[in-house]
């Protein structure tokens, strides 16, 4: 059931997102060769809770980091490590806010020094699905033309997308409905309407589209040891049509 969510409920999680989003912002200016994984994720960790929220992954189904860091070839839900980042690295970090009951949740990718002509397109293509997928994100249409027009987009660049981890609503959840695939027909599924509150996370890879877990059970890789990459936004639908809360400055 899609829990439509009151004016009220939309406040809270702006005030989560604009945490989350100035997180992102933060981490522009400190990414780098050197940094480890675990620093990042100790970062992530003291600007949430500084700023009075919690930062809802840790603890979340086990999980036991504030932030996901996924580097290189790993798709999603990277452990934090002692891995220092190098020279030509990519990296995703995601994290999620916990404000007062409601949630916002944001990805975003970064690359570590200078990095390969592959992996600056696959960044820029994978940026621009997320947008195109917001752009289908308009009261009246479908959720499944979001995913329709990301895989229309990135397939038409010569690349892939994941099919194993997908958008999801959010709220007083992380997790809720609906399921927002970012592949696969238009015109399917639920309307898009007021008080709707959910994610777009394309995760976008050079090869196949194909992914395995590490024995950790969390940590998602490209099943052909191709890069690859993911963005991701929290949007509420309101009177005045979409809203990215977690945009950044």
């Known amino acids: 059931m899609i829990v ?4 009220h409920e939309i406040g809270l999680m702006k005030e989560a997102g604009k945490v989350v989003a100035g997180c992102h912002e933060a981490l522009r200016e400190i990414i780098r060769p050197g940094l480890t994984t675990l620093e990042i994720d100790q970062f992530v960790e003291s600007f949430i809770t500084k700023h009075g929220m919690e930062p809802a992954q840790k603890g979340y189904r086990g999980y036991p980091f504030a932030a996901c ?10 452990f934090p490590s002692e891995y220092a980042l190098q020279e030509g690295d990519i990296i995703t970090v995601d994290m999620v806010a916990l404000h007062k009951g409601m949630h916002a949740d944001s990805a975003w990718s970064y690359a570590v020094g200078e990095i390969s002509d592959e992996a600056r397109r696959l960044m820029e293509v994978t940026e621009r699905a997320l947008y195109i997928g917001i752009e289908a994100a308009v ?41 927002v695939l970012h592949f696969g027909p ?6 898009i309407r007021k008080g709707m509150a959910f994610t ?6 050079v090869g196949s ?26 949007l509420v639908i309101t009177d005045d049509g979409v809203e990215i809360i977690t945009q950044q400055s």
């Not at 996924?70 to 839900?77: F, G, K």
């Not at 950790?216 to 191709?226: K, L, M, P, V, Y």
């Open 4 to 7: 439509l969510k009151s004016r």
């Open 209 to 234: 589209y194909e992914c395995k877990v590490d024995d950790d059970g969390w940590t998602a890789r490209t099943a052909d040891g191709s890069l690859s990459i993911q963005y991701e936004h929290t």
């Open 200 to 205: 777009i996370e394309p995760m976008v890879n």
């Open 186 to 191: 238009p015109h399917r599924g639920p309307r």
């Open 69 to 78: 860091t996924s580097v290189n070839d790993v798709v999603c839900h990277g």
């Open 139 to 179: 009261p009246g249409n479908q959720i499944s033309d979001i995913g329709h027009a990301i895989q229309t987009y990135v397939e038409s660049q010569g690349f892939s997308v994941v099919r194993d981890f997908i958008g999801h609503g959010i709220g007083r959840q992380m997790h809720e409905s609906p399921e």
